[in-house]
């Protein structure tokens, strides 16, 4: 239930890129010239942390969807949000490898190994308020408030997870709401965000594309999060990044162990806390998980997320180029590593 | 070096409701019922963790301030601005529990240590967020980003402190510095906030009000931080609710022992990370720097700052129970447990 550790890859990146043509491509760069700025202008020290986290990189998948959602009227500020959107999601990426003791993230040596968890806590805290300086800056509290709720359900769904850690009785729903909170909300605020940031069409019908484009987002948010869980269940590790399991030796609860509960006896009944504490032990229950066929109905889950998010796009009277490439998006959630 | 461990103790603070009268009483009521409802409205999981964090209390000194300078015109936005202030300062004190493993703050149990580093990470996160919600809602972009600005500077001040940590060479200016960052910005913050949201005086004065009593805010905070250090060497333990001598315990370099290596040749070759490692020999460093007289002379640094803060408020012209109660504030943060 790690949003990024195994990686945001998303292969149709070229093909966005060509879909959104050389206005995308400059609109992320100076995004992330500012991601830079905001790292090296404050203190040698902090500097140093900040800059060595935000160079790890990833993908920028949340940028990336809130520029496409954008389109191509997308204003100036558009790059403002999508900066606050991505440090947010730096934020929580640096607490976590605080709390799991992560010494590599996307193949790099996190904040906490290097520097201690002092420092890293502290690196998470400046990252949360450089971002909502950059939404003031754009001088419209809608943008800030649409931060603050989805920082807020950021917060929830966490703390509900390591509630919820070891636990034999999470339901699909309340899984589903804690991939809601956790991970959903920033995609739907970088969407919406996107729609806020995108200079108002003389039709009027602003209101309709913030709330179905955050709709869009919520949904591909829910499925990027399902994949993720699956890939943590299925590997290849040597494309993950990471062993398989690692949710189980965590304890977090996820879709497939659920469904995979459901289905067989034993494994309802294995206490993960004593019965999964060796990598070995992980991927021997992550093949027994994968024998009931849960990874394939998790996947169909998913993919029901994403035909949501496409039928949430149906709502609005997009330019065909600016459909194409949300689409592209959240076929690509599903699609990572297939 | 930390802020409130030693309680934010505020002898005068009876004499302070009487000359605010019952206007900063319902303020300070509104503040505290609004603080509890955000501890309540998120969840029974994360309710828990956030009530018992609110509850454990405190003096509420920032948010005292915040309605002292915004003064009998205080607007009912003020309340939101106080809490805003209190959940960054709280925030920061529920992630200082998570490093330090704290398992009691003013006599409470932390979120830490009745819910584990992950759900206090979790409610740390969560009260910024709110934090910036609640400024959000008064729809004053500037306020946004003095509480922004402030959260900065308090996670580039942590993040110094824990960087200095141990280190023989912190200079007096440095440590000044840190003071200004870590504790000194949230009261700058305050009280700017609390000139923001007092109703604009007839003679159109308000710009140089906020920056007046933005340094009057950040003198006293940066004589309360010394304050705080100085109880930390002199005690006594059962006023202050630690043993004396944490900060040693911790690497902190605070000024008294800054003060007293400069005097005494055996303090300064002393090495903290080997030397003083149990709360007998810490005290016994706290009787040594006592003993250089540096506890006498960080109090009169302390004082300086203080008559700094009543100098700036004399650059303005405010009514004299209001001045009257801030300079009991600047005096109060001086005279804890003397």
Same sequence: chains 1, 2.
């Avoid at 991601?35 to 990833?58: K, Q």
């Avoid at 997009?318 to 959630?333: K, N």
Wanted: charged share 25%.
């Amino acid at each position: 239930m790690s949003v990024t550790r195994s990686g945001d890859g998303l292969a149709q990146l070229e093909s966005l890129l060509a879909i959104g043509g050389p206005k995308l491509t400059r609109r992320l760069a100076q995004a992330e010239r500012r991601l830079c700025e905001i790292a090296e202008s404050h203190g040698p020290g902090l500097g140093r942390h900040a800059v060595s986290t935000l160079g790890a990189g990833g993908k920028r998948l949340r940028p990336l969807v809130l520029f496409l959602c954008a389109g191509e009227s997308a204003m100036r500020d558009a790059v403002g949000a999508a900066v606050a959107v991505e440090l947010v999601h730096m934020a929580t990426l640096v607490h976590d490898d605080v709390l799991d003791r992560a010494p590599i993230r996307r193949g790099q040596t996190t904040v906490f190994k290097a520097a201690g968890r002092g420092a890293a806590t502290s690196t998470g805290d400046y990252l949360f308020s450089r971002a909502f300086a950059e939404l003031v800056a754009t001088g419209r509290p809608e943008a800030v408030r649409t931060l603050s709720d989805a920082s807020t359900a950021l917060a929830r769904g966490e703390l509900m997870q390591r509630g919820d850690a070891w636990s034999a009785s999470v339901s699909p729903d309340r899984y589903i709401l804690r991939c809601e909170l956790k991970t959903a909300a920033l995609f739907d605020a970088a969407c919406r965000l996107g729609a806020l940031f995108s200079e108002p069409s003389s039709n009027g019908t602003m209101p309709a594309a913030v709330h179905h484009l955050g709709a869009f987002g919520a949904r591909i948010g829910v499925a990027f999060q399902i994949l993720d869980d699956v890939l943590d269940v299925s590997g290849p590790a040597e494309r993950t990044g990471k062993h398989r399991g690692t949710d189980l030796l965590d304890g977090t609860i996820t879709l497939p162990l659920i469904l995979a509960r459901e289905r067989d006896g034993d494994l309802r009944d294995l206490d993960l806390r004593t019965a999964v504490t060796t990598p070995e032990q992980a991927a021997s229950v992550c093949d027994r998980i994968a024998l009931t066929g849960a990874l394939a109905d998790s996947r169909e889950e998913a993919l029901g997320y994403v035909a949501e998010a496409k039928a949430a796009l149906g709502e609005l009277d997009l330019p065909e180029r600016q459909r194409r490439a949300l689409e592209l998006v959240a076929d690509g959630v599903v699609e990572r590593y297939a």
